[in-house]
């Protein structure tokens, strides 16, 4: 099986550390890691899980990514917009994606304990709704 991963480029070094506990739960699991996609931030995840959902080659995908708590709403609108567009595109193609974006309203000092589990907790779910 094939998996997709889309991660957000604002929080890179976090994102990084999640890419790799992803890879490594997917290969855990047998699935191949057949494309990974930067993009700038969260918000820009659904464009990209979009794209690669079309292709044939993907079975599944992965959002990763950090929404910080902020000192307005702004995290928590752009979280809740992002979380329903990516359910929506797991309907519109019949393919699931594993949310791994942290938060929103994420403290900068829970990130580091949660990139292990999210990132791959996002690749189990995947995992688990395709077999």
Known sequence: ???GIVCGAFHR???ESMLEYARDEAASKNWEVADVVWV???MEAPLALERMLQREDIDGAVALGII???QTDHGLV???SVTRAIIE???AHNKPI???IIGPGAEPEHIVAR???HARAAVGAVAAMVE
């Open 1 to 3: 099986m094939n998996l």
């Open 13 to 15: 070094e976090h994102v």
């Open 40 to 42: 700038p931030g969260s």
């Open 68 to 70: 910080e708590r902020g």
């Open 78 to 80: 752009m979280g809740q």
């Open 89 to 91: 595109l797991q309907i």
């Open 98 to 100: 594993g949310l791994g």
């Open 115 to 117: 990139l292990e589990p």
